[in-house]
């Protein structure tokens, strides 16, 4: 079973609010009652929406996942959904009793990227998460895993491959390129310091994701710049290459991704020169988002305490 062909976004031309659709509910700000209300309802639970204007990728969640009748009925079945704007200030009690702003809130949840979901279960407990846009296929399978309860067994990456084993474990050739540094891959921050950042892209081998990546993002002049100013390793997620990790460990590219809970590729996990990892790109991105993450990672954004959503509004901010 597979997607067809991702849809090409153009970040800039999306320039009006997305609407939500109505069967989504309006929480009166404590998610406590609104688990609550799905549990009587029957529910699995509830799944908080965290979007934005000018979003691309969540007109597309929209469109092409909500879109889709059957993946529609089957949250309607088992989850209320409830939104929030990440740049919001409306007050929210969490099930934890306390309380946020949206913006707060999703800074708690670290969903750097639009679309994201944290799904609860009837318990009120924040279960799985989402970050970044999904294609209807990977979609429809996290809907599955949280509602008939795999979640409690196994990881989502292993769910995934059992689920669709030709999908996950193909093994073709990678796509090399200049900027890949070679083996051994040596990635001890601690023997080996560097004042670059590090860029570790786990892929595999028929990946047509991977191929989109390399043919359209990572083929424009500036997301080149910013990558040529990283060192950059790539790895196949699912292979048994050696590698030592930034933090001085020994093991594979399967048991590290096993390990950072990597079920997506291309995924792009973005250290800083210390070796300590800043944030990963593990959805469908475009040139815009990646060139973002790139700078952010590069100018060392991260130390400024700032989030990567607030600190590229202060950047737009300060440009202005």
Same mark, same amino acid.
């Given at each position: 079973?597979?997607?067809?062909?991702?849809?090409?976004?153009?970040?800039?031309?999306?320039?009006?609010? *997305?609407? +939500?659709?109505?069967?989504?509910?309006?929480?009166?700000?404590?998610?406590? /009652?609104?688990? $609550?209300? %799905?549990?009587? !309802?029957?529910?699995?639970?509830?799944?908080?929406?965290?979007?934005?204007?000018?979003?691309?990728?969540?007109?597309?969640?929209?469109?092409?996942?909500?879109?889709?009748?059957?993946?529609?009925?089957?949250?309607?079945?088992?989850?209320?959904?409830?939104?929030?704007?990440?740049?919001?200030?409306?007050?929210?009690?969490?099930?934890?009793?306390?309380?946020?702003?949206?913006?707060?809130?999703?800074?708690?949840?670290?969903?750097?990227?639009?679309?994201?979901?944290?799904?609860?279960?009837?318990?009120?407990?924040?279960?799985?998460?989402?970050?970044?846009?999904?294609?209807?296929?990977?979609?429809?399978?996290? *809907?599955? +895993?949280?509602?008939?309860?795999?979640?409690?067994?196994?990881?989502?990456? /292993?769910?995934? $491959?059992? %689920?669709?084993? !030709?999908?996950?474990?193909?093994?073709?050739?990678?796509?090399?390129?200049?900027?890949?540094?070679?083996?051994?891959?040596?990635?001890?921050?601690?023997?080996?310091?560097?004042?670059?950042?590090?860029?570790?892209?786990?892929?595999?081998?028929?990946?047509?994701?991977?191929?989109?990546?390399?043919?359209?993002?990572?083929?424009?002049?500036?997301?080149?710049?910013?990558?040529?100013?990283?060192?950059?390793?790539?790895?196949?997620?699912?292979?048994?290459?050696?590698?030592?990790?930034?933090?001085?460990?020994?093991?594979?590219?399967?048991?590290?991704?096993?390990?950072?809970?990597?079920?997506?590729?291309?995924?792009?996990?973005?250290?800083?020169?210390?070796?300590?990892?800043?944030?990963?790109?593990?959805?469908?991105?475009?040139?815009?988002?990646?060139?973002?993450?790139?700078?952010?990672?590069?100018?060392?954004?991260?130390?400024?305490?700032?989030?990567?959503?607030?600190?590229?509004?202060?950047?737009?901010?300060?440009?202005?």
């Amino acid at each position: 079973m597979s997607d067809p062909d991702p849809v090409q976004f153009d970040d800039t031309q999306l320039d009006e609010a *997305l609407e +939500y659709p109505d069967w989504f509910k309006i929480s009166l700000g404590d998610l406590n /009652d609104d688990v $609550a209300e %799905a549990r009587a !309802d029957g529910k699995f639970g509830i799944i908080v929406y965290y979007g934005q204007k000018r979003c691309a990728y969540c007109e597309q969640f929209f469109k092409a996942n909500l879109g889709d009748e059957s993946i529609a009925r089957y949250i309607r079945k088992h989850f209320d959904v409830i939104p929030i704007d990440i740049w919001g200030i409306e007050d929210f009690v969490d099930t934890d009793g306390n309380s946020y702003s949206e913006r707060e809130l999703s800074i708690r949840y670290k969903t750097n990227f639009t679309p994201s979901l944290v799904f609860y279960d009837g318990k009120g407990k924040p279960i799985h998460r989402l970050r970044g846009y999904y294609p209807p296929y990977q979609f429809r399978a996290t *809907l599955n +895993y949280v509602a008939e309860g795999f979640y409690r067994v196994e990881k989502f990456r /292993d769910y995934l $491959a059992r %689920a669709e084993p !030709d999908l996950f474990f193909t093994r073709g050739e990678l796509i090399e390129r200049d900027f890949h540094q070679p083996p051994p891959y040596d990635l001890d921050r601690g023997k080996r310091k560097s004042d670059r950042a590090l860029a570790v892209i786990f892929e595999q081998g028929s990946c047509h994701a991977c191929e989109l990546l390399h043919t359209g993002p990572l083929s424009q002049t500036e997301i080149l710049v910013e990558i040529e100013k990283m060192d950059v390793v790539q790895l196949n997620l699912f292979a048994d290459t050696q590698v030592i990790t930034p933090a001085g460990k020994s093991t594979t590219a399967k048991q590290w991704g096993r390990e950072l809970g990597l079920f997506y590729t291309p995924t792009i996990v973005l250290f800083s020169p210390e070796g300590k990892e800043v944030m990963r790109v593990d959805s469908v991105v475009q040139f815009y988002r990646l060139w973002g993450v790139l700078d952010f990672v590069n100018r060392r954004g991260y130390a400024s305490g700032i989030d990567y959503q607030g600190w590229r509004l202060q950047q737009r901010e300060t440009a202005d």
